[in-house]
């Protein structure tokens, strides 16, 4: 695990990002943002689940009216998603947005950009510059005959030295493929010539079990690096599977502890439960809490206790049905019906010999 890269910090809301702070996961309401009720509900389940800082898309003027009831009910800040029409970007800063997602190369030329940042510079609102290869700039598709790295970030610096010509840089940059390797290549290349924050993922990843994938790949190869400052990951489900998949990868490379980190045996002939079902149980009882703990479901006591030593408690399989165990050492045997009970006993006296917060990730 490489160091990671020291950026620029900036404030979205009272989230910072970048300059060391830790790396923050985002998502997307799914939601038609002029739907306020709908919405709201959506950002609530989001924030729940640990997302901190969430976006919307403001395709119109109507959506752009909905912003203000949003921002003040929202727990944590907004970022208005703009493209096309600068005036929505004028109305989502007015409405108190934490910061704006645009794209440089679409929003109606330099002109209006200068609009956008003078009124961003007075409400001091972070503005995300995001390219995508989907919308990359005809010239430079020509000049490249692709959205390769290269395209990616010679379009990224455009908007840079734009941003850095206004004096502003209150900035972070996003350069996002569907392609993993491609994105990848993209942002090292472009960590490579600039400290503004970078905000990583793979755009339009795929289904929760394909986009999980990719994004896992993608990403892990990146933070693994040193690379990224805040992350998104984009499925076509749920976003609050957004959230949980960002965290896990994120837990996986220890670079933020949050919520349980469940291990699960894969099984084997020797299995003496039923490992599937119990973790499965375990995972969605689990799914609000976003302390940290290592919990374990292991199928047998040859290898239960002993592999998974380190899990705060466990389950294993035994002849008799199954043990508990702390820590790798056993401390209660049951009859199977009686397993699951006496483990959420456990858990539950676990977690209250903790003071109120102190699982919680700093």
């Known amino acids: 695990m490489k160091k990671r890269k020291n950026t620029r910090q900036i404030l979205v809301g009272s989230v ?24 709201r509900a959506q950002i609530n389940q989001l924030a729940a689940a640990g997302c901190e800082i969430v976006r919307v898309a403001v395709p119109d003027e109507r959506a752009a009216d909905a912003l203000p009831a949003l921002v003040t009910s929202s727990p944590i800040p907004i970022i208005a998603d703009i493209h096309f029409h600068h005036r929505l970007a004028l109305k989502a800063i007015e409405a108190g947005v934490g910061g704006l997602r645009i794209n440089p190369g679409n929003i109606g030329g330099p002109a209006k950009v200068a609009v ?4 961003a510079r007075e409400k001091r609102i972070p503005i995300r510059i995001g ?49 993993v390797m491609t ?20 755009t339009e990843a795929g289904t929760i079990f394909s986009g999980t994938i990719k994004s896992a790949v993608g990403l892990g190869i990146l933070l693994a690096e040193g690379i990224g400052d805040t992350l998104r990951v984009s499925l076509t489900a749920d976003p609050v599977e957004e959230v949980r998949v ?16 469940i291990i699960s045996c894969p099984t084997c002939g020797r299995c003496q439960i039923d ?19 290592k919990i374990a479901v292991m199928g047998c006591e040859v290898n239960g206790p002993g592999e998974a030593r380190e899990a705060d408690l466990g389950i294993a399989g035994s002849k008799q049905g199954g043990v508990l165990f702390k820590k790798g050492v056993v401390i209660k045997k049951c009859r199977d019906r009686e397993l699951l009970e006496a483990f959420y006993r456990e858990l539950t006296a676990l977690l209250n010999t903790y003071p109120p917060g102190m699982l919680w990730e700093p």
Do not use: C, W
Request: glycine share 8%.
């Open 246 to 261: 960002g965290y896990e990868i994120l837990k996986a490379l220890g670079l933020r502890q949050h919520g349980p980190d």
């Open 275 to 293: 490992v599937a079902a119990l973790a499965r149980n375990i995972e969605k009882h689990l799914a609000g809490e976003r302390r940290f703990l």
């Open 116 to 119: 956008i940042v003078e009124h």
């Open 131 to 179: 390219v995508n290869a989907g919308s990359l700039e005809q010239d430079l598709r020509k000049k490249y005959g692709s959205p390769t790295p290269a395209a990616l970030v010679e379009s990224a610096l455009r908007s840079i030295e734009l941003f850095e010509r206004l004096s502003y840089r209150e900035i972070k940059i996003s350069i996002k493929s569907p392609d």
């Open 183 to 202: 994105t990848v290549a993209a942002y090292r290349l472009l960590s490579k010539k600039t400290r503004y924050p970078l905000h990583i993922g793979v």
């Open 16 to 39: 910072k990002i970048g300059g060391g702070a830790p790396i923050s996961v985002q998502s997307m309401t799914k939601t038609d943002t002029r739907n306020v009720r709908a919405t």
